[in-house]
């Protein structure tokens, strides 16, 4: 039996509304419930590899009414959003404890997914627009979840910002629509294709390019990455850096330079320096940092700039008219490295919500020597740590490798090199995260820590286990299934409303 | 907070029926004239705020209850939710198809019963957007904002 | 013309948000860009000497709906991205009211300049 796609939007909110119904009695009812909604949602996205189609809502066809579009590109999202969603509620059920009313924590959590899941499928450009302000606007409300003082702060400041993107969008949608006279997506490329891109459309692009920057917290609007990924609780700073920045962000900014307004040299630029600047940028700032969590958050900043200048190298070696195979080589690792980032990364804000579970800080300073005492964080610490800093066989090291081998191809040898001494930054500064955290003396006031054991470990394992298996998608026949048509989707940018529209 | 005077109760607590009417309207007629679900519900909001702004707080809340309005919105969310599913069951299979209409069930158009699903939905969102706006002005209005001074630094 | 007053609005709303020390200053400039971007959705789809589009018996000829009709009404579809807009912005409201209130209860003042414990 087919699944019907709105069924990816209907799960979380249905379950998102189910939830404050049980009060204050049925808090293990409750968290059940979400553990089953994420469950489900990882088997449906499984179920759906390799499938491409267009699902109309209400049986209106398609200019009059809202498609949801299944291709390559939202498959991948997909699977990353419900492999990540699932690990962090298994980890969230014993960590949340430590906060009060977890039932509220749990319903705008499945609303995050929801939104994330709608902006991956939406085929429409207001309906992303829509399900990105809800996912945006749970976001805000998760990440100043504890109402102490700091996160209060780093709340407010992610949530202006985050707000004037929106608004930034929301003008950009206007512009297009005001241009071009539809809200479809495939309409929109087939009315850029014929009549050409004028002041407005260009105006629009640079409007979409800042909001969705924003939102992928790329260098120049970056700012409020560093102070709201640290003060929101672990699972949540793992769903955030993890999947929300990727979905809302770069897909978002993706899908709309190639499918819909079309790759040209100048964009393509400006994403590779856009992406260049990230990487610099965020990795020098992340080797000075003693807050873990403040290096972790300041490393995605960097790792979004791999996942950007791939993209960006493809975009233009696409507009020049170049060879397809290396275009497609160089999107295949921005891709690949985007769904690398989003296992290895959320494993390891979840390590580190689990030292701070059994400590109670996180500052690299006050911490030392918890090997002997945390043996299965040290463990899947050391496996992500080796899978962002690049070293083989985890999975970072592949998608970085074909990054570096596509930028040599394309004739950038200068941006191959910098590519690799961002890795070494990367790679100095998790060691200096083992040493001070892992090695060295325990200080005294640490010596009864204990391991964290039951669901939070089997969520922990089970991330680190997909970060050593990753590499493997490499091979001829996953490659195939999963990341091919998700690279030909952007490289055949144009075809996209072709597809649509005759379907 | 505080009620107010005298003249204010009466004469609130004689408007209010008025305009909880008047949203009710907004909302049945939504698919012949302007307005619809969300400003039915803005409006139904408004009554209830009428009532807490008149007459306290405390009275406001004996009268519809926090946990009671907070099981409204989510009840006219997940009824809103089902219009959607029960499209998916009654053959045609999508969402949100608008079973009622295309069935001929019920009416011409221009009469109030048509048009199907709207008016079904409309008035689940009207109650959604209603309870969860008052919930908004119940909690926001319960802050304290005196400031103690072991909290400054 | 009117496009470039609303881009003006949109602007103001932006120099608000962005220099005020205010919250509650920003979170209203803010809110006048978004009214601007919703203003600027509806604007569009003006036609001079239009009518609204609401459809009575009177514009039915013979089972689908008149010329005189699609000639001459304003179009429908802005008005109704400018409503979901407005619910959204709505949201949005509470929540940064919210998270202004709880802030004055834990640092007792509403200026950014003094709330500054995230550094590096």
Redesign the interface.
């Known amino acids: 039996m087919t699944i019907p796609l709105p069924v990816f939007v209907a799960i979380p909110l249905v379950t998102a509304f189910l939830l404050p119904l049980f009060g204050k009695k049925g808090k293990a009812a409750a968290t059940a419930l979400a553990n089953l909604a994420t469950l489900l949602l990882l088997v449906s996205a499984v179920t759906l590899v390799g499938q491409s189609r267009v699902y109309e809502i209400g049986k209106w066809s398609i200019p009059l009414g809202i498609n949801l579009v299944l291709d390559g590109l939202s498959c991948l999202l997909l699977l990353a959003i419900s492999v990540v969603s699932c690990a962090t509620m298994l980890f969230s059920v014993r960590y949340m404890e430590q906060y009060t009313s977890k039932s509220k924590y749990l319903s705008l959590f499945m609303l995050m997914v929801a939104g994330m899941n709608g902006v991956v499928l939406s085929g429409d450009i207001f309906n992303l627009f829509v399900f990105l302000e809800i996912a945006s606007l749970a976001s805000y409300a998760l990440v100043g979840f504890g109402c102490e003082h700091e996160e209060l702060e780093a709340s407010f400041k992610y949530m202006v910002l985050g707000s004037i993107a929106s608004t930034f969008i929301l003008f950009g949608v206007a512009l297009v629509y005001g241009n071009t006279g539809s809200l479809n997506m495939a309409y929109i490329s087939k009315a850029i294709q014929s009549s050409g891109m004028n002041a407005g459309l260009a105006f629009a692009l640079c409007l979409f390019m800042t909001g969705f920057g924003l939102k992928a917290a790329l260098v120049p609007f970056h700012a409020w990455l560093p102070d709201a990924h640290p003060s929101a609780p672990a699972p949540i700073s793992a769903m955030l850096s993890g999947v929300l920045i990727k979905s809302l962000g770069v897909y978002a900014l993706v899908r709309i330079i190639f499918n819909v307004f079309g790759v040209s040299v100048s964009v393509s630029w400006v994403l590779i320096s856009l992406g260049v600047l990230s990487m610099v940028i965020g990795v020098f700032l992340a080797v000075g940092q003693w807050d873990f969590k403040r290096l972790l958050a300041y490393h995605s900043i960097s790792q979004m700039g791999y996942v950007v200048l791939g993209i960006g190298i493809g975009a233009l070696i696409l507009a020049r008219g170049g060879n397809i195979a290396w275009a497609s080589l160089a999107i295949l690792g921005g891709l690949f490295h985007l769904v690398n980032h989003a296992v290895f990364k959320s494993l390891l804000f979840l390590t580190s919500g689990s030292i701070q579970m059994s400590t109670g800080t996180r500052q690299l300073k006050e911490l030392g020597g918890l090997t002997e005492k945390m043996p299965l964080t040290r463990t899947t610490c050391s496996i992500a740590s080796a899978s962002i800093a690049g070293i083989p066989p985890f999975n970072g090291f592949w998608s970085k490798l074909i990054i570096v081998i596509s930028a040599v191809q394309a004739g950038f040898l200068s941006l191959a090199a910098v590519t690799v001494i961002v890795s070494l930054v990367t790679l100095i500064s998790f060691l200096k995260i083992q040493r001070y955290i892992f090695l060295g003396e325990l200080p005294e006031n640490l010596q009864e820590v204990k391991e964290n054991k039951g669901t939070m470990a089997i969520a922990m394992a089970s991330l680190a286990c997909l970060c050593v298996l990753m590499g493997l998608l490499l091979i001829p026949s996953l490659r195939e299934s999963i990341l091919e048509p998700a690279v030909t989707v952007l490289t055949d940018g144009m075809r996209y409303s072709t597809n649509i529209i005759n379907m | 907070m505080k009620g107010m005077t005298i003249i204010v109760k009466n004469i609130s607590s004689f408007v209010k029926v008025l305009i909880f009417l008047f949203g009710i309207y907004i909302i049945l007629f939504g698919h012949l004239?302007?307005g619809g679900g969300?400003a039915g519900g803005v409006i139904i909001a408004s009554s209830y705020v009428l009532l807490m702004l008149a007459y306290g707080r405390e009275f406001a809340e004996e009268n519809l209850s926090l946990?009671m309005t907070?099981?409204l919105d989510?009840?006219g969310?997940?009824l809103f939710?089902a219009v959607?599913?029960f499209?998916?069951f009654y053959g045609?299979?999508?969402?949100?198809?608008?079973f009622i209409h295309q069935k001929s069930w019920w009416g011409e158009?221009?009469n109030l019963l048509s048009a199907g699903t709207i008016p079904l939905s409309n008035i689940f969102i009207g109650i959604k957007v209603g309870a969860s706006l008052f919930l908004?002005i119940l909690?926001?209005s319960s802050?304290r904002?005196e400031?103690s001074a072991s909290?400054?630094? | 013309m009117p496009y470039a007053l609303c881009f003006l609005l949109f602007m103001i709303g932006l120099y608000c948000a962005v220099v005020k020390k205010n919250m509650v200053k920003i979170v209203i400039g803010i809110l006048i860009m978004e009214y601007a971007v919703n203003l600027f959705l509806v604007m569009l789809g003006f036609r001079w000497g239009g009518r609204a589009p609401i459809i009575t018996a009177e514009d039915m000829v013979g089972g689908s709906l008149s010329e005189l009709f699609v000639n001459s009404s304003v179009d429908p579809l802005p008005q109704a991205l400018v409503l979901t807009a407005i619910v959204i912005s709505l949201g949005s409201l509470a929540l940064m009211i919210s998270i202004c209130i709880r802030t004055y209860e834990r640092y007792g003042t509403f200026d950014i300049t003094q709330i500054r414990r995230l550094k590096g």
Request: aromatic share 18%.
């Open positions: 004239t302007p969300f946990s907070s099981k989510c009840l969310a997940l939710a959607g599913l499209g998916l045609a299979a999508s969402f949100f198809w608008n158009p221009f908004v909690i926001l802050f904002l400031t909290e400054k630094e």
